[in-house]
């Protein structure tokens, strides 16, 4: 099983960027279909973003389309979140998660998540 360890989150300003980064171990990484997810207080998790095992394909939840890109490097077994125009409503703790065959937005699609990196928007 891949091992998933979340880092680069941290508080921003409003209208500020950060990205993140997940680490995987394995070296079946380039086969799994990853995504992102976060948790904000007192809600739901929330879909954000997913990429396919190759990376050529990728989609992304509304509330952060055009402001958020998700990569990964399958050399180095790692993917990304550039998060840009951050705002009070991305607050949250993001977890990183991966999924045998076709991307998803699905969170119960997806089998095996890391621990999460908070990431706090301040106003």
């Known amino acids: 099983q891949v091992q998933l360890v979340e880092s680069g989150g941290g508080l921003v300003h409003a209208g500020g960027s950060l990205r993140l980064s997940c680490a995987a171990s394995g070296r079946t990484f380039s086969t799994y279909a990853m995504g992102w997810f976060r948790q904000a207080p007192g809600k739901e998790h929330e879909f954000v973003a997913t990429?396919?095992?190759?990376?050529?394909?990728?989609y992304y939840a509304d509330s952060v389309k055009g402001r958020f890109t998700i990569s990964r490097d399958n050399v180095k077994n790692t993917m990304y979140l550039q998060m840009n125009t951050l705002n009070a409503e991305d607050t949250a703790v993001y977890y990183c998660?991966?999924?045998?065959?076709?991307?998803?937005?699905?969170?119960?699609?997806?089998?095996?998540w890391g621990r999460g990196t908070q990431v706090t928007v301040s106003l």
């Open positions: 998660t991966t999924k045998r065959g076709a991307y998803s937005n699905l969170r119960i699609s997806y089998d095996n």
């Open positions: 990429i396919t095992a190759s990376g050529g394909h990728t």
